[in-house]
């Protein structure tokens, strides 16, 4: 069964930085044409593609938020790690972790239950 | 703002058919997926490619695209069918980066 999981903190205070762990099982991060993004969901609006990272190692981030994001994965524990710095209150959201697979131009096949983070001093 | 632009709600009778519908110019070269989210739980992808199911999904829930839009129709709306959804499409500069819409509610009435 391939399974998708994220963990991180609940509460960050602003101007901190983020960082989040998605789990995966079921699937090799070292299979070519296999991705790992992260996306959000602010309260009451849009997901918003964040960060992927493919087995390659080639990463590609979101051009509003570049700046601030790193991505990296680790093979072996089956895990990406997304780190988000300098947090606002308008970071305030739910962050999921998708599996992207290249064919159709990148589809994401399966998702993560999410994990919501709120951003308050 | 997001490239793709989806109406914030639609309704639907029960057992009717609804198109929701998503624009943008990246749906002129890459084809949209689609899915549905609920309230605490993982979104689901519905329908990716030219029209294409994913292993479970009901064949009630159907794709198409012309130029730069792309449309997901659900025919007989079922009340379990009543959710967010959402397109996403590869965004239209080519690079690895992807784009999402702003989301329809779907109520089925």
């Known amino acids: 069964q391939v399974t998708l999981k994220e963990s991180g903190p609940v509460l960050v205070k602003p101007k901190e930085t983020l960082t989040l762990t998605c789990t995966v099982s079921?699937?090799?991060?070292?299979?070519?044409?296999?991705?790992v993004s992260w996306i959000r969901q602010p309260p009451g609006m849009a997901l918003e593609w964040l960060a992927n990272?493919?087995?390659?190692?080639?990463?590609s981030f979101s051009p509003s938020l570049r700046s601030r994001l790193a991505i990296s994965r680790d093979s072996s524990k089956g895990q990406v790690v997304l780190s988000m710095t300098n947090v606002d209150p308008v970071d305030t959201a739910t962050y999921f972790c998708?599996?992207?697979?290249?064919?159709?131009?990148?589809?994401?096949?399966?998702w993560g239950q999410g994990t919501i983070v709120t951003v308050s001093s | 703002s997001s490239e793709l632009t989806q109406d914030p709600a639609v309704s639907v009778a029960l057992g009717q058919t609804v198109r929701i519908t998503c624009q943008g110019d990246s749906l002129r070269s890459y084809y949209a997926s689609w899915y549905q989210s609920k309230p605490g739980q993982a979104p689901v992808l519905v329908i990716y490619g030219k029209n294409n199911r994913p292993s479970g999904i009901p064949d009630r829930f159907s794709g198409s695209s012309s130029g730069n839009t792309a449309s997901l129709t659900i025919t007989g709306a079922q009340a379990e069918d009543e959710a967010d959804y959402h397109c996403n499409s590869r965004d239209r500069s080519g690079n690895h980066l992807w784009v999402f819409g702003g989301g329809t509610k779907l109520t089925v009435l």
């Open positions: 998708a599996r992207l697979q290249e064919t159709w131009g990148g589809v994401f096949d399966l």
């Open positions: 079921g699937f090799s991060l070292s299979n070519t044409r296999l991705g």
């Open positions: 990272i493919f087995s390659s190692d080639q990463k």
